[in-house]
């Protein structure tokens, strides 16, 4: 019997396939893997796997060149070892794992072409007094001589100490080893051969010696070079270096020209200390590292963006109020107190220069009215750069503040981007729809805002990329929204909000002429000479092909308009067109926008109301209807606030019952309907008050409501009417629907003075303070009904006092 290395007990064979080896001799209990590839030791593994139990004779080649080896070209005594794995290779080779178990003497062979089958007895080593001091000492000297040689700078297993620790059996000792030793094979032949173990340890011993002598004779050798030799080794390695770097061509040469450059453009980019000190840092790291692998892009990457930032790099600002009024002229119509107000920001500017703390601008309006452009002029007139970063849609915080280095594809955030596009560090920066960022679990964009908008912060914002402060507090910031009910508190705190209202009809006529036609005819490749807009084309156009506050659909039509008279003028027709309403018509069809949509009749349980979205203002038709049945049906998708208006205003009808002349059964026995045309888009808000308890009065008393009257205000339950917002863009709708009558808060008052003249010449804007109020207004021949109930119930009194009387 055999005992393997977890101390099974094996069957010995004493017939076993050979499997001679090269340059290598194996010691009982050693496992590792060979590769086969000779035809002969192929079959004698298949054999051992098939007739042997997997056991095999390893025995080593005294010629380790033979392909063949004769029987006296092997050597006797081998050792029997079990094949654990085996693998076969794609190359045709294949890989076993093999344990050594016991030194066996071959007696003789037998040929099975191609391989030996031997005959084998089983070697035992003499037995060793393991108490014995002599022996005890003689294997821990080894051990303290194995460990002396690992320090001088011999290359063994690295786990080898750890696992000798724990061998007592000096057998082991000695085969382990030995085995870690890469002797020669005739030396370790020669060892595995020894069968006393005392004597294979003095063996060993004697081997460390000679290994310990060689190395330390080298350290000697080392440490008694003198300087005046290391530095000739010095500079005859760098002749080598450059031998070879000029050998390997260009690539070289290049590589080392990149980092001059580099070099060059850290000196001039201007850094602060500290800045300057982490780019060297990370210059000196790139200069160590391979030039292609992935770490050295990484930091090549890195020390371009800081180069390419203008740490210290302005624009000569030169504020000029009359030349930035012209400039604002020039741009934009009309926007007095817009152009007033950033005149003022201006002049402030001015005066304490780079030390002005001041507030940033939020233009808030709907689209198209000039928000983007305002900020463009801006620049112009200071004569800074300027640069537009566009927030809708961001939810990732990391798109603010950058992503880390350690992330594959890292960049810096929109703010750095912005810095490196500028080329100078005070440019005017647009954050463009600042109201539509968005959060998620990524981070909440907005709050990362909070530190770039804040002046006592933005000196230092350090974004994640660059890992370094950079200086943000020179940048002039403009923001831009639609809603400003979406933009969060504590950034909406942080900016001066400046409304920009929709243009009026005629606003937009003067605008189409002096802005947009020009433009467009430029664009198009026309002039005057082939095409001239008349007010009435060009207000046709406005009136039935565009519905917006803004100007963008107007400027699409138009240059719609042009593409056509170009295409005629490509076809070789050269008269001028003349665009008047038949020309609009013509070229873009039927009209899209209509008055016709406006009520024609006054009708009962319809009024009309004003809304404002972020695209402008439009007019909204609140349809009532009553059938037997109890309660309230809302439709229309509306919001939760438009719901409970709907509520306060019907339970202060029911309140006021009596006085409205309105049976206080019809509540009891019928159901109301409120719908709000447009059943797929969504409305909200608290405005529609006014305008629900209008019809819903209307339909309980059978007096209809005025098509010319519209309305905007919010009801209480004590039927007071409170103040809304976006009058301005509420009476543009009304002007396109040809509505004549606006009743308004009378807390909105105030706000007609910002209302251009031209439009306040064309509605009567009542403002009211209660609901009986917009009920006289709004509802045709509602004083006479009142006075008929008024009658009633005098009536009433009466009979019910001369009853009494007559009692």
Wanted: net charge negative; with cysteine.
């Amino acid at each position: 019997m055999v005992t393997n290395y977890e101390g099974e007990n094996i069957e010995f064979k004493e017939e076993l396939a050979l499997l001679p080896i090269r340059d290598l001799v194996i010691y009982p209990f050693m496992i590792l893997p060979l590769f086969v590839g000779r035809e002969a030791s192929i079959k004698a593994i298949d054999h051992a796997i098939n007739h042997s139990d997997r056991l095999i004779l390893l025995s080593s080649q005294k010629d380790i060149v033979a392909e063949h080896p004769a029987p006296e070209e092997i050597y006797e005594l081998g050792t029997v070892a079990m094949i654990m794995r085996m693998r076969k290779l794609p190359d045709g080779r294949i890989k076993i794992l093999v344990q050594g178990l016991s030194k066996a003497r071959i007696t003789s062979f037998e040929q099975q072409s191609p391989f030996y089958v031997t005959k084998v007895e089983k070697v035992e080593d003499v037995i060793a007094d393991n108490a014995n001091i002599a022996t005890t000492a003689l294997m821990r000297t080894i051990k303290e001589q194995l460990e002396k040689v690992i320090q001088l700078g011999k290359v063994l297993s690295p786990d080898i100490l750890m696992v000798l620790e724990d061998i007592t059996d000096p057998s082991r000792l000695a085969d382990l080893i030995a085995s870690n030793l890469n002797l020669h094979v005739s030396e370790a032949q020669t060892i595995l051969e020894t069968l006393d173990p005392v004597d294979r340890l003095h063996a060993i011993n004697d081997i460390l010696n000679r290994e310990l002598e060689i190395l330390m004779m080298q350290q000697k050798m080392k440490n008694n070079t003198s300087s005046e030799s290391t530095n000739q080794r010095d500079v005859f390695l760098k002749e080598q270096i450059k031998a070879i770097k000029s050998e390997l061509g260009d690539g070289q040469s290049q590589e080392q020209d990149e980092f001059a450059e580099f070099k060059r453009r850290i000196d001039e980019a201007g850094m602060p200390e500290d800045v300057l000190k982490e780019t060297m840092k990370q210059f000196t790291r790139l200069e160590k590292m391979h030039p292609d692998s992935s770490e050295a892009s990484i930091m090549r990457n890195y020390i371009e963006w800081m180069c390419d930032l203008p740490w210290n790099k302005k624009s000569q600002e030169h504020i000029d109020l009359n030349a930035a009024l012209d400039i604002l002229d020039e741009d934009h119509f009309e926007l007095t107190k817009i152009k007033e107000r950033i005149l003022e920001h201006l002049a402030v500017r001015q005066l304490k220069g780079d030390d002005m703390k001041g507030p940033i601008l939020c233009f808030q309006g709907p689209p198209g009215v000039g928000k983007t452009s305002l900020g463009k002029s801006i620049a112009r007139a200071t004569g800074r750069e300027f640069v537009r970063i566009s927030l809708g849609g961001v939810k990732d915080e990391a798109e603010i503040r950058g992503h880390r280095r350690t992330y594959v594809g890292a960049m810096p955030g929109r703010f750095i981007q912005a810095m490196k596009q500028a080329k100078t560090n005070n440019p005017v920066v647009l954050l463009d729809e600042i109201d539509k960022l968005s959060g998620d679990y990524k981070g909440d964009p907005s709050a990362a805002l909070l530190e770039v908008l804040d002046p006592e912060q933005n000196v230092e914002f350090r974004d994640h990329y660059l890992n370094v402060p950079f200086d943000l507090s020179n940048c002039m910031f403009i923001a831009t929204s639609n809603m400003l009910e979406n933009i969060p508190g504590p950034l909406r705190d942080r900016m001066e909000v400046i409304n920009l209202s929709g243009y009026t009809r005629e606003e937009k006529v003067e605008i189409s002429k002096r802005y947009i036609i020009p433009k467009q005819m430029d664009e198009n490749g026309i002039n005057d000479e082939h095409v001239v807009f008349t007010d009435e084309g060009v207000e046709s156009v406005i009136e039935h092909y565009t519905s917006e506050a803004g100007l963008r659909n107007l400027e699409r039509r138009i240059g719609t308009l042009c593409r056509k008279v170009a295409m005629r003028i490509a076809k070789g027709e050269m008269a001028k067109t003349h665009i008047v309403k038949d020309t609009v018509v013509k070229y873009l069809g039927p009209p899209i926008f209509v008055k016709e949509d406006h009520k024609e009749d006054d009708e009962v349980g319809v009024s009309t109301g004003l809304a404002w979205t972020s695209h402008g203002g439009e007019v909204l038709y609140i349809e009532t209807t009553k059938m037997k049945g109890q309660g309230l049906t809302l439709t229309g998708q509306l919001g939760d606030v438009m719901k409970e208006s709907a509520k306060t205003a019907i339970n202060y009808i029911r309140s006021r019952a009596l006085y409205m002349g309105i049976d206080e059964d019809i509540f009891e026995n019928h159901e109301f309907h409120v719908h709000l045309p447009a059943g797929a888009t969504p409305k909200d808000g608290p405005s529609a008050g006014i305008t629900l308890a209008t019809a819903l009065v209307s339909n309980c008393t059978g007096v209809p409501v005025s098509r010319d009257v519209a309305m905007t205000g919010e009801i209480t339950l004590t039927g007071k009417v409170l103040p809304i917002g976006g009058l301005k863009e509420k009476a543009l709708a009304a002007l396109r629907m040809g509505i004549s009558t606006v009743v308004i808060p009378w807390g909105n008052k105030k706000d007609l003075v910002d209302i251009p003249e031209n439009l306040r010449e064309k509605i009567n804007f009542v403002p009211v303070k209660t609901i009986d109020e917009v009920l006289d207004i709004a509802l045709v021949g509602w004083h006479e009904y009142k006075k008929e109930v008024h009658q009633k119930t005098e009536k009433k009194h009466q009979e019910k006092t001369m009853a009494s009387e007559a009692a």
